[in-house]
């Protein structure tokens, strides 16, 4: 007999309207997800018209993966500091089912605020312009809930990979840079080094663009431009939808399955 | 089958050796208090059995299933009261036990759990506002849920106050009564001998004793206290019964004279009390208290720890 999971994904989702720490993200997300498509009347109109799913692209990229990371991040590394993971895993789930309940019920409340983000950005878009795209809308918030998914994957496996909440906050720091920009620079660093410590000259190689891929708010960009008319992403094997997809994907499972391994080896 | 069974468990941390060579068992039915001052390895062993920590050596099984190996069997059967724990303090009282309720598939009420552990009323209060009793109380609620087979309680009565602690003692009794083993540590003498049938006393994570009461005061070997009450008590008496070999921490109350000495030196006592002269009007006997016992495991004093 195993423990009911359903308990540890409910508590996970319920947490932040307990905790109240929902309202002001939520306000956030209402802000920055209608507010744009509010004040600029969805770009100019007519056949260069960027659309919902444009103006959405930066919001995702920049404030998605902040606000997964943010109630992900501490989600095992916390009680283990205080001690409170003895009480949580006093019923009989085993530590990988308790890490992979934390990310189910991050991962629902992370769509959850992005649905609430892109109801009000459609509502926002459907008043000021006209009825947006459907498939491009869809796609944008199914690619959306996709990116919030991977970050939240990223944040509950690292949180379980850490035995103290400092050091998962730092780490999750890391990683929202790395998700921004780091890894992209990753190619350029190698290249430096390469160099013999000089700034490397010339056009990006080959490698470093399909690098620069592998990252799922490139992923998300990448997959993006597929719905887009005019946006072309790198004509690169790393860019095309089903390496995006692999990354996606790659990025929820992997550092998951490292953070169950590490969790499952600690001493509590 | 016994409920738990330790053998020749050790643990380092790095270099500390926290459990060397520990090795015993908790027959089922029984109420076992796992005793040992601060730091001696207590909340270790209850890790390992709980599979939070694990052994550097030896093996833990809890009713057959190898703790290591099966730790979800282990906590199926196991109502876990931790030590130290921090507690969400957004969370009411009754979502707390709710978590415990709803993981372990059970359909009890967090309500009558509360209530009966005396926290009834705040129920729908954060435990941010708790005090450490009320946290203790609320932590054994979820420790009841699903009439588990086995209690494991880690210093269940810190924080508590006497009618907590006295409550404490009657959960224990009840969830005996009702046929669960209950294995609880403590560093406080008083809540072991009042439930317990047998101890275990842990001294600088070794395994010193594990027996009865009756058991540990005959290995001991000593020591009762002897109370002689006089008419006309005085100073030369006093110096007498003191200078007797083989008795020890003579005090003066009043009128009486009182010293520790083991059972064949009573006589000696009381003779040389009345030395001066003195009508004996009380003797009075006692027998060691949990506290001396305590003292002479794990301070090694009288030499005989087994």
Known sequence: ???????????????????????????????????????????????????????????????????????????????????????????????????????????????????????????????????????????????????????????????ASMSTRGRATITAAAAYLTLLTFWESIPTAVRFVGNGLRAPTGPQPEWAVAFAQTVPTRAYRNLAANLLPNAAPPDIVTAGPPAAVLVLVAWTVVPLAVGIARFERADL | MPALQLDSVSKRFGGVRALDDVSFTVERGEVYGFLGPNGAGKSTTIDILLDYVRPSAGSVSVFGHDAQAEPTAVHARTGILPDATGLTGHLTARQHVRYAVDSKGSDENPLALLDRVGIALDADRTVGGFSKGMRQRLLLACALVGEPDLLILDEPSTGLDPNGARRMREIVREENERGATVFFSSHILEQVAAVCDRVGILSGGALVASDSLDGLRERVGSVGRLTVTLDTPSEAAVAAVRDLAGVSDVRVDGASVSASCPPDRKAAVVDAARRDGADVVDIRTEEASLEELFAAYTEGEEGEVA
Do not use: C, K
Not at chain 1, 47 to 55: E, H
């Open chain 1, 1 to 159: 007999m195993s423990g009911r999971l359903r308990a540890v994904v409910e508590r996970d989702l319920r947490d932040p309207f307990r905790s109240r720490a929902v309202w002001p993200v939520l306000l956030l997300f209402v802000v920055f997800f209608g507010g744009p498509v509010a004040l600029t009347g969805g770009g100019r109109p007519g056949a260069q018209a960027p659309g919902l799913l444009n103006q959405m692209q930066i919001v995702v990229f920049l404030f998605l993966p902040l606000a997964a990371l943010q109630f992900g991040y501490d989600r095992v590394a916390g009680p283990r500091e205080t001690g409170e993971i003895r009480l949580l895993l006093a019923p009989p789930h085993s530590r990988r089912a308790f890490v992979l309940g934390t990310f189910l019920g991050r991962a629902a409340f992370t769509a959850l605020l992005v649905t609430v983000g892109y109801l009000v950005a459609t509502v926002a878009y459907a008043a000021v312009v006209g009825v947006p795209d459907p498939v491009r809308t869809v796609g944008g918030y199914l690619l959306a809930l996709a990116l919030g998914v991977a970050v939240t994957g990223l944040a509950v496996g690292l949180s």
